[in-house]
């Protein structure tokens, strides 16, 4: 008998997603765990996998959003019969004209040049990159596993690498304004922003002498050139263990209750192409800064090249987010619920400071902590950001 392909729960609270393309064709063979189709739930877009093998003998919905646990394919051997399937509820009307519009841009998009299987290998991301910029994918190399064309292949493509097009896209004519429709995750930004602005929170900002960051950074890539540990691996370590000392902090506010939480899972801002995404990093205080750095690297490039899991988004209690990178000096970070807390670090410069009762230039950074004051009050508040900086100053405190 067909197995029937149906739609994941890719994440609590889930209750529907929209499918964006098929990785494979009906008729074409599949193996267990081989991409199958790109989902696009309100936190992330990704491949969903085959859980059995045979052929992709017919597929239900083509596109467009589905609610969870409809059959949306059948997969078994060659020539098998499959059911009728009965169509999902619609959604609403103006869900259908963003899918219409979708549908439209896909079939504007130039089919690539077969390989091996019959399809480009491509991620999910530099697929969508090269499709809004008009970069014909056929034309480009990839530099990834397999040979798997990334989104930065894309992008050098465009700026007139080697492998760019031969006809440039279209340019906007000027004075006419683009419209970008709003893909789930922006609309779900734009709703969890809209919530974070109804909370009443208050700001607390101190600095911090990074002498001896920057030294033990130094040092630690000097030790392991493999694993780079970076100043934000710091930070979420220092801020987990204290988290682990200020539980006030690391807090969650409910109707009838105050949550506290029992381990540091903190999560990093990261400004990925397809809107911001915060990965979690779990149980902090537990990891050395070696295992934190892979942790880091590991889910800002997924989540770079939108490869992110669903369970990779759950479970933050506390955010950090650093624009240091960016020469800002100080910014004021919104809060992401229902987390208690967020700190915005900005960059680290050369500041004339008191120092040994005198002045001198030390690197200090800004740190400016955004808490929710229904949870939060502003004494535990201001102590979680006194041990903050004092394990940047002397790390050897938290670590």
């Known amino acids: 008998m067909a197995t029937e392909v149906i739609l994941p729960r890719l994440g609590q609270g889930m209750e529907s997603g929209t499918i964006v393309r098929w990785l494979k064709s009906e008729g074409e063979a599949v193996e267990k765990g081989e991409p199958l189709f790109e989902l696009d739930t309100d936190k992330v877009t990704q491949e969903v996998e085959a859980e059995a093998a045979g052929v992709l003998l017919r597929i239900a919905v083509a596109e467009g959003e589905v609610p969870v646990g409809q059959t949306v394919a059948f997969i078994g051997e060659q020539g098998e019969d499959v059911p009728d399937v009965a169509p999902a509820s619609p959604p609403p009307q103006e869900e259908v004209k963003a899918t219409e519009r979708e549908t439209m841009a896909a079939e504007q998009e130039v089919a690539p040049v077969a390989s091996g299987n019959g399809r480009i290998k491509a991620s999910p991301l530099a697929r ?65 922003l809209t919530e974070a602005w109804q909370i009443p929170v208050f700001q607390l900002q101190a600095s911090a002498d990074m002498t001896r960051v920057n030294a033990l950074v130094a040092r630690l890539r000097e030790r392991d050139p493999d694993v780079r540990v ?170």
């Not at 292949?153 to 080697?162: H, I, K, L, Y």
């Not at 000392?245 to 381990?263: C, G, Q």
């Not at 040994?356 to 004051?373: I, N, S």
Request: charged share 25%; with cysteine; proline share 6%.
């Open 128 to 192: 969508r990159i090269a499709r809004e910029r008009g970069v014909e994918l056929s034309r480009i190399h990839g530099t990834g596993p397999d040979g798997r064309i990334v989104a930065e292949d894309v992008e050098r493509a465009e700026v007139g690498g080697p492998t760019a097009p031969a006809v440039p896209a279209a340019a906007v004519p000027a004075g006419e304004v683009e419209r970008i429709p709003l893909s789930n995750v922006r609309k779900t930004i734009a709703r969890r």
């Open 230 to 399: 970076t100043v934000t691996d710091v930070l979420t370590k220092v801020c987990a263990q204290a988290l682990m000392r200020h539980r006030e902090v690391n807090a969650e506010f409910t109707e009838d209750a105050i949550l506290l939480h029992p381990s540091a899972n903190v999560g990093l801002a990261v400004a990925a192409p397809q809107g911001l995404v915060v990965p979690v990093i779990r149980g902090a205080e537990r990891l050395s800064l070696t295992e934190i750095a892979a942790a880091r690297a590991d889910l800002v490039g997924r989540a770079r090249e939108n490869k992110l899991r669903a369970e990779d988004l759950d479970g933050g209690t506390f955010t950090i987010s650093n624009l240091g990178m960016y020469a800002v000096e100080r910014f004021t970070a919104v809060l992401n619920p229902p987390q208690a807390a967020i700190v915005a670090v900005g960059a680290t410069e050369d500041r004339v400071v008191p120092y040994a009762g005198a002045t001198a230039v030390r690197p200090m950074v800004t740190l400016t902590g955004t808490f929710d004051h229904r949870a939060v009050d502003g004494a535990p508040a201001a102590a979680f950001l006194q041990t903050l900086k004092e394990s940047l100053e002397d790390p050897g405190l938290a670590l």
